[in-house]
């Protein structure tokens, strides 16, 4: 019994000790790994192109490099425009990327700007419509085509865009069209909405359907998926837009290693945008350190294969942008 008791506290040690090397190593894989910070020169170009007779205007952040560079779209929230998600576009393009910000017209800043101010929130309610939905997705797909044959043709963005590398991200109502591109499942129409050449997708202020959501709503996504929300992330129209029901999307995920979720302490749904509108505290400084670093980590080890970037994100890295109340967890 000496013998078997002596192996088993050695059997123990032995384990300790392997997880405690193992730890060492994913720590030491990731030392010279660092998404905050920015790495290049940013070139902001606007442009605007026409399909079906709906015009989008985009914004494009280049980055320096002339090399084709993977593609990253944002969508706006409601009542947004292509001039959105600016830190986001800055920070990704730094870091080698070409980030293209979509405007959606129907549920962009036009829609209030004649709107009497009283009746301004009754109006964005009225452009949050199901038309207006399909639409955004639309605009999403168009926006891809346009890219690829600007990619294709000779011109300023000839040879620019790496089209096999595509990530989509989106703030709010833009949350919702970043999932029912990326992977979203709807009653009756199933994946109708995926655009099978995205390839990752990010989505700030997620939100479950406010009709129809079951089981099924999101099971069947495949792709990587990261979701960002904040225990104030509540907005002032929608029956299902608060902070708990937000975490709904992230439950309802398969377990397949590939989904995250990050909810920062006391971040309101403006954290997420560039501006303070809407919000009844200081921004905190760190809310957009995280977005940044945790963004840029993830597009790095999904779109680009980022052995680092993975090991950041799945270690403890991802825990030294974020402070002690934030939470963080994957599946």
Do not use: C
Not at 28 to 34: E, P, S
Not at 209 to 230: A, C, Q, R
Request: charged share 20%; hydrophobic share 35%; aromatic share 10%.
């Amino acid at each position: 019994m000496n013998i078997d008791h002596a192996q088993a506290k050695r059997f123990s040690i032995l384990i300790i000790v392997l997880s405690m090397l193992i730890d060492i190593a994913a720590a030491a894989q990731t030392l010279d790994y660092d998404p905050s910070v920015s790495l290049g020169a940013v070139v902001i170009e606007d442009d605007q192109f026409t399909y079906d007779d709906r015009d989008v205007p985009i914004r494009i952040y280049l980055p320096e490099s002339t090399v084709a560079s993977p593609v990253l779209l944002f969508s706006h929230g409601l009542g947004g425009s292509r001039e959105g998600g600016t830190y986001l576009g800055k920070h990704w393009a730094g870091r080698g990327y070409t980030v293209v910000a979509l405007q959606h017209a129907g549920s962009d800043v036009e829609v209030i700007k004649n709107a009497p101010r009283l009746k301004m929130m009754q109006t964005l309610q009225l452009a949050a419509s199901a038309a207006n939905a399909q639409f955004r997705y639309s605009d999403v797909k168009a926006t891809l085509d346009y890219l690829e044959k600007q990619n294709n043709t000779n011109g300023k963005y000839a040879g620019r865009f790496d089209m096999t590398k595509i990530g989509m991200s989106g703030h709010s109502f833009g949350a919702v069209t970043t999932q029912a591109v990326s992977g979203q499942s709807y009653k009756f129409q199933g994946q109708k909405h995926t655009d099978q050449r995205i390839d990752a997708a990010i989505a700030f202020s997620p939100s479950v359907p406010t009709y129809g959501h079951d089981e099924n709503t999101f099971s069947k996504v495949s792709i990587p998926w990261m979701l960002m929300t904040g225990t104030k992330d509540d907005a002032r129209f929608g029956r299902n837009l608060d902070a708990k029901s937000r975490r709904k999307v992230f439950q309802g995920l398969p377990s397949s290693g590939h989904f995250y979720e990050l909810v920062l302490h006391d971040a309101e749904h403006a954290a997420f945008a560039d501006q303070r509108g809407g919000r009844t505290s200081a921004r905190n400084p760190n809310h957009h350190k995280a977005i940044t670093a945790l963004s840029t980590a993830f597009w790095d080890a999904y779109l680009r294969g980022d052995e680092k970037a993975k090991s950041w994100l799945n270690n403890s890295g991802a825990r030294t942008a974020l402070e002690p109340n934030d939470q963080w967890q994957r599946k």
